[in-house]
């Protein structure tokens, strides 16, 4: 019984990040209330939390799979250009915002791990730097095929085109339109809504990882002929995984989407696919909550160096520098082990006392 | 000794995060003077045309703060060609109480900064965000330069009227809103004046260095007029490679193409005989022209694009508008909004960019285009 009682270390560091992500929320949502923050971090509330959904979600394949991804700003893009299709389409059912934007998360994120899923079944056969390629040419073309798209809605029906720009009744519009992206998006997400995806995602992604399955994919991470001599089916987990992050990447998508009122293909280019990378990397592979911590400083840090004006890029490069080799230096992760042990044990000898 | 230096690190880096919070605060720049914001992309791909304008604007800043009476001051934030850094730009702005906005340099991050404007009810006027998605629904946001239906149709009306060619091919850059914006209107134009498109091709971004495989495909269909809807940095390099192919049709450009005769490195004997339509020409003899040119030129070494022009009439525009609608610094920027509007809809302006210019209640200037060639390395008007 009481062994049922006590949680392990993992569920425990899992509550931490949790209560500690609903305490800045908290926070945060007083400060913004209050007025006492800036316009600027108002307006970075709700790409920070699609950025956070982003960083999770490929610390589940590059940190838990252990297989390197360069594409995953595709499956945002398919989330983000999905989401507002659907919503668009929703809107002319419903009223409701909180409905719409739901129904644009939910089929934003569907579409996408339908996306991660096609791609996943040939892809997935390849390993290592092989698999980071292909993926990263899949991330691209992604990015094509939106750039070529045309869809439009009016009292006929539904147009959808390629190259070529589909002709519109004047009642209706075009929803997305080629290089232009999907333009007209009424402004749906809140700080709230993307905090609750973000919740969501995570409880998925502590269940997932604390489960057999989750078990199953880090024995393929660590020895994939071990796992495989023991019947783990390696094609089954893969898969599993890369749509599962797929799908939070589209959710991340459609939630960054609805926050500005247009949004081009060219946004979810490379570019895009290695800031994430970033954030995972820089947060720790496999670390949740570094990369939720990841996302958030490195997201605000180029806003909060516009003192620096023209060299803004350069001082963000620089402190990223100076970031990666503080955090992979021995000494200093010494001394913050240290302190953390410290605290610990005079935790335990106030409880004792 | 190791150790001191990362501390010293540390210390650094989280001096810097503290500055910059501190600089997040609110400025208080004085009741006298109205706070001008604008963004633009400062640094990265597209930072000629947000550099271009926000210097245009500078000039005139300067220009008007001289004269007495009201007062400007001009801030520009960099958004990186990006919607979300535009905002986030914006924002920037916001917490500075900007008053009236100049919206955004480039099509796509202004669509954004619009719908900001819009539901916060301050005025805008963008130099040069063509798309009229920047303008739909929104009664604040006006427009210095052409819209790009404008600029396709304007092109097809052009070329079918002066008989400039009987069989046309089209290069586009197809991941790019404003070339492709031109594209497609000028297409709409192009079938309903029944003129003769033989070869559609395109470029995007990764693959802006080679045409030989577009300009081919022209010349093979017999093309005697190439049509390039495009900025110049990738139009000099269509040109240099047509070139050395030793094919020689005409080139109608747009406004983009206006600049390449100042482009570094570009050997202007390849421009000869472009046709351009664009509203500003820099060897233009007026006293206005002369004057913004021989300063732009005396600070910044360069001559001055189409984009310093529009941002500079952006700014003269807006000071008349203030004048007449006696505009004060201790208004908020709803009432100046409110104002402005009026004012914008009713008044004629001469500026660089065009005499006589009007705005309609949709946000779209209605001025003539200037159909140019170049000869002997300047532009000649065509009319």
Same mark, same amino acid.
């Given at each position: 019984?009481?062994?049922?009682?006590?949680?392990?270390?993992?569920?425990?560091?899992?509550?931490?990040?949790?209560?500690?992500?609903?305490?800045?929320?908290?926070?945060?949502?007083?400060?913004?209330?209050?007025?006492?923050?800036? #316009?600027?971090?108002?307006?970075?509330?709700?790409?920070?939390?699609?950025?956070?959904?982003?960083?999770?979600?490929?610390?589940?394949?590059?940190?838990?799979?252990?297989?390197?991804?360069?594409?995953?700003?595709?499956?945002?893009?398919?989330?983000?250009?999905?989401?507002?299709?659907?919503?668009?389409?929703?809107?002319?059912?419903?009223?409701?915002?909180?409905?719409?934007?739901?129904?644009?998360?939910?089929?934003?994120?569907?579409?996408?791990?339908?996306?991660?899923?096609?791609?996943?079944?040939?892809?997935?056969?390849?390993?290592?730097?092989?698999?980071?390629?292909?993926?990263?040419?899949?991330?691209?073309?992604? %990015?094509?095929?939106?750039?070529?798209? $045309?869809?439009?809605?009016?009292?006929?029906?539904?147009?959808?085109?390629?190259?070529?720009?589909?002709?519109?009744?004047?009642?209706?519009?075009?929803?997305?339109?080629?290089?232009?992206?999907?333009?007209?998006?009424?402004?749906?997400?809140?700080?709230?809504?993307?905090?609750?995806?973000?919740?969501?995602?995570?409880?998925?992604?502590?269940?997932?990882?604390?489960?057999?399955?989750?078990?199953?994919?880090?024995?393929?991470?660590?020895?994939?002929?071990?796992?495989?001599?023991?019947?783990?089916?390696?094609?089954?987990? %893969?898969?599993?995984?890369?749509?599962?992050?797929?799908?939070?990447?589209?959710?991340?998508?459609?939630?960054?989407?609805?926050?500005?009122?247009?949004?081009?293909?060219?946004?979810?280019?490379?570019?895009?696919?290695?800031?994430?990378?970033?954030?995972?990397?820089?947060?720790?592979?496999?670390?949740?909550?570094?990369?939720?911590?990841?996302?958030?400083?490195?997201?605000?840090?180029? *806003?909060?160096?516009?003192?620096?004006?023209?060299?803004?890029?350069?001082?963000?490069?620089?402190?990223?520098?100076?970031?990666?080799?503080?955090?992979?230096?021995?000494?200093?992760?010494?001394?913050?082990?240290?302190?953390?042990?410290?605290?610990?044990?005079?935790?335990?000898?106030?409880?004792?006392? | 000794?190791? =150790?001191? @230096?990362?501390?010293?690190?540390?210390?650094?880096?989280?001096?810097?995060?503290?500055?910059?919070?501190?600089? +997040?605060?609110?400025?208080?720049?004085?009741?006298?003077?109205?706070?001008? !914001?604008?963004? !633009?992309?400062?640094?990265?791909?597209?930072?000629?045309? !947000?550099?271009?304008?926000?210097?245009?604007?500078?000039?005139?800043?300067?220009?008007?703060?001289?004269?007495? !009476?009201?007062?400007?001051?001009?801030?520009?934030? /960099?958004?990186?060609?990006?919607?979300?850094?535009?905002? #986030?730009?914006?924002?920037?702005?916001?917490?500075?109480?900007?008053?009236?906005?100049?919206?955004?340099?480039?099509?796509?991050? +202004?669509?954004?900064?619009?719908? *900001?404007?819009?539901?916060?009810?301050?005025?805008?006027?963008?130099?040069?965000?063509?798309?009229?998605?920047?303008?739909?629904?929104?009664?604040?946001?006006?427009?210095? +330069?052409?819209?790009?239906?404008?600029?396709?149709?304007?092109?097809?009306?052009?070329?079918? /009227?002066?008989?400039?060619?009987? %069989?046309?091919?089209?290069?586009? @850059?197809?991941?790019?809103?404003?070339?492709?914006?031109?594209?497609?209107?000028?297409?709409?134009?192009?079938?309903?004046?029944?003129?003769?498109?033989?070869?559609?091709?395109?470029?995007?971004?990764?693959?802006?260095?080679?045409?030989?495989?577009?300009?081919?495909?022209?010349?093979?269909?017999?093309?005697?007029?190439?049509?390039?809807?495009?900025? $110049?940095?990738?139009?000099?390099?269509?040109?240099?490679?047509?070139?050395?192919?030793?094919?020689?049709?005409?080139?109608?450009?747009?406004?983009?193409?206006?600049?390449?005769?100042?482009?570094?490195?570009?050997?202007?004997?390849?421009?000869?005989?472009?046709?351009?339509?664009?509203?500003?020409?820099?060897?233009?003899?007026?006293?206005?022209?002369?004057?913004?040119?021989? =300063? $732009?030129?005396?600070?910044?070494?360069?001559?001055?694009?189409?984009?310093?022009? /529009?941002?500079?009439?952006?700014?003269?525009?807006?000071?008349?508008?203030? @004048?007449?609608?006696?505009?004060?610094?201790?208004?908020?920027?709803?009432?100046? +909004?409110?104002?402005?509007?009026?004012?914008?809809?009713?008044?004629?302006?001469?500026?660089?960019?065009?005499?006589?210019?009007?705005?309609?209640?949709?946000?779209?200037?209605? @001025?003539?285009? %200037?159909?140019?060639?170049?000869?002997?390395?300047?532009?000649?008007?065509?009319?």
């Amino acid at each position: 019984m009481k062994g049922k009682k006590t949680l392990n270390k993992t569920s425990k560091n899992n509550f931490i990040t949790m209560g500690g992500l609903l305490l800045v929320y908290v926070i945060v949502l007083i400060l913004k209330e209050g007025g006492i923050t800036t #316009n600027l971090i108002n307006g970075q509330l709700v790409p920070i939390c699609a950025y956070m959904i982003m960083a999770i979600s490929l610390n589940l394949t590059v940190g838990i799979l252990g297989e390197l991804s360069l594409g995953h700003a595709g499956f945002m893009s398919v989330g983000a250009f999905g989401g507002v299709f659907v919503g668009t389409l929703m809107q002319e059912v419903s009223d409701s915002k909180v409905l719409c934007l739901l129904v644009a998360v939910i089929a934003g994120g569907l579409m996408a791990a339908v996306a991660g899923l096609l791609i996943g079944v040939p892809v997935l056969r390849l390993r290592g730097d092989y698999l980071a390629i292909v993926t990263l040419a899949f991330g691209q073309i992604i %990015k094509s095929i939106v750039n070529i798209l $045309y869809v439009g809605l009016d009292s006929e029906g539904l147009h959808v085109s390629f190259i070529e720009k589909c002709e519109v009744l004047d009642d209706g519009k075009l929803i997305i339109s080629g290089a232009m992206g999907a333009t007209g998006i009424r402004k749906l997400s809140t700080f709230t809504f993307a905090f609750i995806v973000l919740v969501v995602c995570l409880i998925v992604i502590f269940n997932l990882i604390q489960s057999r399955t989750g078990r199953a994919i880090m024995a393929l991470r660590d020895n994939r002929i071990a796992a495989e001599s023991v019947g783990i089916n390696v094609t089954k987990y %893969k898969l599993l995984v890369f749509s599962i992050s797929a799908a939070m990447a589209g959710m991340a998508g459609t939630v960054f989407a609805y926050n500005y009122s247009t949004v081009a293909p060219t946004k979810f280019d490379f570019n895009t696919s290695i800031l994430v990378l970033v954030f995972v990397v820089l947060g720790g592979l496999g670390s949740i909550r570094g990369s939720l911590i990841a996302a958030a400083l490195l997201t605000l840090l180029p *806003e909060l160096l516009r003192e620096f004006s023209d060299y803004r890029m350069l001082v963000y490069a620089i402190v990223l520098i100076l970031v990666m080799l503080g955090t992979n230096n021995p000494k200093i992760r010494d001394f913050f082990a240290k302190m953390f042990a410290r605290k610990k044990t005079a935790k335990e000898e106030n409880a004792n006392g | 000794m190791k =150790k001191m @230096k990362k501390v010293v690190c540390l210390g650094l880096i989280s001096a810097m995060m503290l500055s910059a919070f501190a600089g +997040c605060g609110k400025k208080d720049s004085g009741s006298d003077v109205i706070r001008i !914001g604008g963004t !633009g992309p400062l640094t990265g791909d597209a930072s000629v045309y !947000g550099q271009a304008a926000k210097r245009g604007a500078e000039i005139a800043v300067e220009e008007i703060n001289a004269l007495g !009476g009201l007062q400007f001051e001009l801030n520009y934030q /960099d958004d990186t060609h990006d919607t979300e850094k535009a905002v #986030n730009a914006y924002n920037v702005l916001k917490d500075w109480d900007v008053q009236i906005s100049l919206g955004s340099v480039t099509t796509n991050p +202004c669509i954004a900064t619009a719908a *900001e404007t819009y539901a916060d009810r301050i005025f805008a006027l963008t130099p040069s965000a063509s798309s009229t998605d920047v303008t739909k629904g929104k009664d604040n946001m006006f427009q210095m +330069c052409f819209a790009d239906p404008n600029q396709g149709s304007a092109s097809a009306q052009y070329i079918n /009227d002066k008989q400039l060619g009987t %069989k046309i091919a089209i290069i586009y @850059k197809n991941d790019d809103a404003y070339s492709t914006g031109i594209y497609e209107t000028f297409m709409d134009k192009a079938a309903a004046l029944g003129i003769n498109v033989v070869s559609t091709t395109t470029f995007n971004t990764d693959s802006q260095n080679d045409f030989s495989v577009q300009l081919n495909d022209a010349k093979n269909a017999g093309a005697d007029l190439v049509f390039l809807p495009m900025y $110049y940095q990738a139009a000099a390099l269509i040109l240099d490679q047509a070139k050395k192919m030793n094919y020689a049709p005409k080139f109608f450009g747009v406004d983009g193409m206006d600049g390449i005769l100042t482009l570094e490195g570009f050997d202007t004997t390849l421009a000869e005989g472009v046709m351009l339509l664009t509203p500003f020409s820099a060897d233009a003899t007026d006293e206005k022209t002369v004057n913004f040119v021989t =300063k $732009y030129q005396e600070k910044h070494n360069e001559i001055p694009n189409q984009f310093a022009a /529009d941002a500079y009439d952006c700014v003269y525009a807006i000071y008349e508008a203030c @004048k007449k609608g006696e505009v004060t610094a201790d208004m908020s920027a709803e009432e100046i +909004c409110d104002i402005m509007i009026a004012q914008f809809t009713t008044m004629s302006f001469d500026g660089l960019t065009g005499a006589g210019m009007t705005w309609g209640t949709n946000g779209e200037v209605t @001025k003539a285009p %200037k159909g140019m060639v170049i000869q002997n390395g300047v532009y000649v008007g065509l009319d």
